[in-house]
């Protein structure tokens, strides 16, 4: 897999340690680890919110990367006041307290370790500061806007070991009087740092990795779906249409990744119509390979028209045979053949869908035209890489996951400005991070797929599709920028109206900015357009209900999608809490029991390590989730 496509890079640097660290271990040595961890989780969310990136967690040191100095000051202030308020001096309970430094420097990342001169300044830096201080070399204070709220204090120039020149350092603090400026977080791009993280000591990323969660947002997720989308649905107020999985008639069965690609292009493409009603594709491939009734099918999905056809790959020719059929009558409105060469295969598919946009009569919206007409890539072997990585993404293995990273990176070898391709590689590695696949893989650490997560979408967003604002939205309400969130799921759901994932998406972000209420709305679209939906969107409604008070609502969703995927911790989760606000104190016991039997190798449940990775904006959802953890039985 491609990495480190740039080893080294200039930066502002964050390192921080515990001061007295081997006198706190001496009092109590489990008691001051577990202190210590839990305050470099806290200072690592932290840095996130403020575009950070951390880098390395070592025992009692940490350090992290940012784009700009105000951001890296920013976090490490705002840090520093929430540890003191948290770690009172009245306090009997040992106070791991930290110093920050913060240069300006290189940064080499490269064969798992982290080096640079400015990661050695940082360091050198942060021995001058003082227990719960920050010091900045003055490279970083010249780049700190004069309108912020920063006072220096001058400390004057240093000798620095390994440095030729003396460094004048200087104290940070916030102005008396006045408050930090809020988390202004990912300014339209992800970090760019773009190598990946060291490796971490093992203790530290055990215990991070036990409560890492497994937010279910952007994505199909689960196989198999959680609804049978059983009864009649009625029709929208605009034409519907439902496009069966073509069939693969290539004397080659491998041929099949090709058949299914032309399929979900086809879907796509009509998607992005804001005049049509397009079932989406979890629904429609229930009925791959199945005998078919058209008018059942459509009753089952609440569509009139329904797109049947076929697919024939030889050589370098293509032939499609597709057909739009009325439901109502049972009638063919047309039925047509498309040949041509493969280095012809764009074409062919925007005959198609032209074609069926012309039948119904649909007036193109401003810029939907375009839309329709867009390509992708001008390589066929680049498109045909794609499509062999989206059938392997689709299954939603670690084994898959595997080759469709191989195959995605070259697509974006051959075409380096394939968008949709550089979309699917950061989907892909964001799901990986929240299902903790780094070991099933082959990344050495926790943290990786998230920064190649964030390193690929940084590239999708240069043109981006529906599919990258959902990833970036799934990104940013993880790291709680609730704005910024809600505006990426918009633009997703505005280049494709049709994608029932992206409505997911927004009902995701819309529980952690805390609108369950339209949150529903969302879900409630999402399902339309996708009757066969998978559990996850069972997770979302459930936390919906749960930020809604409705505990028994949430409890029959969450209670479904557990007994669908098992293995689902966040849902798990949630469905504790649930059963503590209902009393139902024993079955929450059984929940717990047969989660703690099967996540081997994760600490304990605790309410803390719960709460600590909901990014919830209101603290009353916070409060609401914690309270039901408690009521479950859960330690703090």
């Excluded at 069966?244 to 032309?262: C, I, K, R, W």
């Amino acid at each position: 897999m491609t990495r480190d496509p740039s080893p080294s890079k200039l930066a502002v640097i964050l390192h921080a340690d515990v001061a007295g660290s081997t006198a706190l271990v001496q009092q109590d040595h489990e008691l001051a680890h577990r202190r210590i961890r839990e305050t470099f989780q806290n200072f690592a969310v932290t840095i996130e919110k403020f575009s950070g990136r951390v880098l390395e967690i070592r025992g009692d040191a940490l350090l992290a990367t940012f784009e700009h100095a105000a951001d890296a000051l920013s976090a490490a202030l705002s840090f520093q006041t929430g540890n003191a308020a948290d770690n009172p001096p009245t306090s009997e309970d040992l106070r791991p307290l930290v110093r920050v430094g913060i240069a300006i420097g290189e940064v080499v990342v490269a064969d798992g370790t982290v080096t640079g001169a400015g990661v050695v300044q940082a360091q050198r830096v942060e021995q001058l500061a003082d227990a719960g201080g920050v010091c900045v070399t003055s490279a970083v204070q010249d780049a700190i806007p004069k309108r912020l709220p920063f006072a220096f204090e001058n400390l004057g120039e240093h000798s620095l070991k390994g440095f030729e020149y003396p460094v004048r350092i200087f104290k940070a603090e916030v102005r008396s009087g006045e408050k930090l400026p809020a988390a202004e977080i990912q300014r339209g791009k992800t970090a760019s740092l773009p190598g990946r993280p060291t490796t971490i000591l093992a203790a530290v990323l055990l215990a991070i990795a036990a409560i890492v969660v497994y937010r279910y947002v952007a994505s199909p997720w689960i196989e198999g779906p959680a609804s049978d989308a059983s009864g009649d649905l009625s029709l929208p107020d605009r034409p519907s249409i439902a496009v069966l999985p073509f069939t693969n008639m290539s004397s080659d069965a491998e041929q099949e990744y090709f058949v299914d690609g032309m399929t979900d292009d086809l879907i796509t493409d009509l998607s992005k119509i804001s005049g049509l009603f397009v079932i989406s594709r979890n629904s429609v491939f229930t009925y791959k390979g199945k005998t078919v009734d058209i008018e059942q099918v459509a009753s089952e999905l609440g569509v009139r028209y329904v797109i049947e056809g076929s697919v024939r790959k030889a050589g370098g020719q293509v032939r499609i045979n597709a057909q739009l059929i009325d439901a109502s009558t049972g009638g063919h409105v047309w039925a047509e053949r498309y040949d041509g060469s493969y280095e012809d295969v764009f074409s062919l598919q925007d005959r198609v869908s032209s074609n069926i946009v012309a039948t119904l009569a649909i007036r193109l919206a401003a810029g939907e035209q375009d839309q329709l007409a867009r390509i992708d890539t001008a390589s066929n072997e680049a498109y045909d890489a794609f499509l062999r990585g989206w059938e392997q993404y689709q299954r939603q293995r670690p084994e898959s996951f595997v080759k469709a990273i191989e195959l995605f990176e070259k697509a974006v070898s051959l075409d380096r400005e394939y968008s949709r391709a550089y979309a699917a590689l950061a989907a892909t590695h964001w799901q990986v991070w929240k299902r903790y696949w780094h070991e099933k893989i082959g990344l050495p650490n926790a943290h990786e797929p998230r920064y190649l997560a964030e390193q690929y979408l940084a590239q999708a967003m240069q043109n981006p599709t529906s599919h990258a604002y959902q990833v970036s939205a799934s990104i940013r309400a993880q790291r709680g920028q609730h704005e910024q969130a809600i505006s990426d799921a918009e633009r997703a759901i505005a280049l494709d109206p049709n994608d029932a994932d992206s409505y997911a998406t927004f009902a995701g972000v819309l529980n952690l900015a805390g609108q369950p209420r339209v949150a529903l709305e969302m879900m409630e679209r999402a399902i339309r357009l996708n009757p066969h939906y998978p559990a996850a969107y069972l997770y979302e409604i459930g936390l919906a209900r749960f930020g809604s008070g409705d505990f028994e609502a949430a409890f029959e969703a969450l209670d479904k999608a557990v007994a669908i995927n098992p293995d689902d911790r966040w849902a798990s989760r949630l469905l504790i809490a649930t059963l503590g606000h209902l009393g139902r104190q024993q079955e929450a016991e059984q929940v717990m029991q047969k989660s703690e039997a099967s996540w081997r190798g994760f600490d304990p449940l605790s309410v803390r390590g719960v709460t600590f990775w909901y990014p919830f904006k209101n603290q009353a959802d916070t409060a609401r989730l914690a309270e039901g953890l408690r009521k479950a039985g859960l330690p703090e």
